[in-house]
């Protein structure tokens, strides 16, 4: 029987596992498919507080589950398949054994859409990215046309941040108007350095014999014309997963997926609680994520305190 389960091991799941193993809860980390989540598929952090010259994404993770270990943070190299919240201890199946907790917290993170055009995959980092606030103040970036892929919220709001690094942004749109709420369309439509190209999408990332972006083949859904656009960076803007699926009957989310919180960080379900980009479709950073995954520790260690 485990005191604490935590399901995840970005950010969010590993900041949960420090702060519950210095309340000496043992706490038991399933790393899932990608230790260390999602960071660990970029190179340079520059935005972590406390790293001045920046981090490597995997090294950042390898610290923060040395830094847990460190105070008796458990880990396994488990993937949650199905998880029973109807009575506690709450019952998980992990690669097909099952496991007993009394509480649990959920940092299943969310997984950013692919376009699945030629060159996305193999030009990822090196031109091709999911996040502006991550990426976009990278030196290659600077004084360069730049496009986003995308229509809604989260793409305005991409393109607004790139203005203040790229010369100009394109922002291409498979509609002839943004999906985007009626404000930000407003004010995204309205940047001098904004561009949109309407009924269009990325349909090639180029150059993948060149190792970087160079460019962005584009096609005219309503006149199949193709055409190509110099770019220094291809931003994809086209939504996130959360990794829920697993906990869809038991714990409420909204309609794209995201675990609603309660107060702080609680789920409909006492004892469960969620920490993360798997609760958060708004901020998506790792500090966010860590900050989240700190304030579950705390609401598990007085739920047990209140609850043994
Ligand atoms: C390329 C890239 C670059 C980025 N750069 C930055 C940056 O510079 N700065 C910044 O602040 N943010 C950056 N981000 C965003 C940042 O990575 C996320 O906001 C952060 O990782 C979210 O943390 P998390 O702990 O919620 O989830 P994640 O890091 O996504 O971790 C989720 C964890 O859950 C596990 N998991 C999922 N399902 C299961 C299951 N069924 N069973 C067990 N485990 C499971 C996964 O294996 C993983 O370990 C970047 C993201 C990407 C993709």
Redesign the pocket.
């Known amino acids: 029987m485990e005191k604490v389960v935590i ?7 590993w900041t949960a596992a420090l702060y519950t193993a210095r309340a000496q809860l043992a706490p038991l980390v ?10 660990t ?2 190179t340079i ?4 507080p406390g790293f001045p010259e920046g981090i490597d ?1 995997y090294e950042l993770m390898t610290r923060m589950q040395k830094q847990a270990e460190r105070f008796g943070a458990k880990t396994s190299f ?3 398949e199905s998880a029973d919240f109807t009575r506690r201890p709450f019952s998980l199946v992990v690669d097909g054994e099952k496991l007993a907790a009394q509480t649990v917290i959920i ?4 997984s ?1 859409r692919h376009l699945g055009v030629p060159g996305e995959h193999e030009l990822e ?1 090196k031109g091709v ?3 502006a606030t ?2 976009g103040a990278l030196p290659g970036f600077r004084n360069q046309p730049l496009v986003v892929a995308g229509g809604g919220d989260s793409a305005c709001e991409e393109a607004l941040y790139l203005t203040r690094f790229g010369s100009e942004v394109f922002l291409v749109h498979r509609r002839d108007t943004l999906r985007a709420s009626k404000i930000m369309a407003e004010r995204t439509l309205g940047h001098p350095k904004i561009r949109p190209v309407w009924d269009s999408v990325v349909a090639e990332i180029l150059n993948v014999t060149q190792d970087k972006v160079t460019g962005a083949k584009l096609k005219n859904l309503k006149t199949g014309a193709e055409t190509v656009l110099p770019c220094a960076g291809v931003f994809i803007a086209i939504g996130h997963m959360p ?1 829920t699926q ?1 906990f869809k009957s038991q714990i409420t989310t909204d309609e794209n997926g995201f675990i609603v919180a309660g107060q702080g960080t609680t789920t409909n379900v006492p004892g469960v609680f969620v ?4 609760a958060d479709h708004v901020y ?4 966010t ?1 860590a900050g989240s ?1 700190c304030a579950a520790a705390i609401d598990a260690e007085r739920f047990l305190t209140a609850n043994p």
């Open positions: 399901i995840g091991s970005g950010p969010a799941g399933l790393t899932g498919r990608q230790p260390g989540g999602l960071l598929t970029t952090v520059e935005n972590f994404g488990g993937i949650v940092a299943t993170g969310a950013h980092n990215t999911y996040c991550c990426d990794n697993i920490a993360g980009d798997c998506r950073q790792a500090i994520a995954g």
